[in-house]
């Protein structure tokens, strides 16, 4: 009613409108965008720990702009390898759309032909390449997977420390 005061949260005392929750299976589709010969790698983007969204507010964080205060990309050993990239190497990020150029992080948590950019970073951000593909089912943006490439541009030089 209008004149309830609310619940400091949903279900409180384990009354669900609905039961526990709705849960549909779905059959896997493949992404609009596959690797190819052109574009050989899939990127994923996302989020990193130490910014928020387009670091409006994040950005003027000294300790934060300190942690991760540019782009980059995470590329495994075995890919950073066959393209001949170390870590703190300057490379290309390249898709259909366009490209950026960012510093390199070789992690061995990132598997062999994939790479990430987090989308923070206007100036360098991973949305400068991605798509406007719908996912057939939520019709939202499948931002999160496209095909690209990477091109090595220079050398980090010594003193680049690994992760």
Not at 59 to 88: D, M, N, R, W
Request: hydrophobic share 35%; aromatic share 8%; with cysteine.
């Amino acid at each position: 009613t209008e004149d309830h005061p609310g619940t400091k949260y949903l279900h409180k005392d384990g009354k669900f409108t609905r039961g526990k929750g709705l849960f549909k299976a779905i059959s896997y589709t493949h992404p609009v965008e596959e690797p190819d010969q052109a574009y050989p790698l899939v990127l994923t983007t996302g989020r990193n720990l130490y910014q928020y969204h387009t670091r409006t507010m994040t950005s003027k964080v000294e300790g934060l702009t300190a942690k991760a205060g540019e782009s980059y990309v995470e590329i495994g050993p075995v890919t950073a390898a066959q393209y001949g990239v170390g870590h703190g190497d300057m490379v290309r990020v390249s898709s259909p759309r366009g490209a950026i150029e960012v510093q390199a992080r070789v992690l061995p948590r990132v598997r062999d032909g994939l790479i990430f950019v987090p989308f923070h970073y206007g100036e360098a951000g991973a949305n400068i390449l991605t798509a406007a593909n719908l996912d057939p089912v939520c019709r939202i943006p499948e931002f999160k997977v496209l095909k690209a490439r990477i091109e090595k541009l220079s050398d980090a030089g010594p003193g680049a420390q690994a992760f």
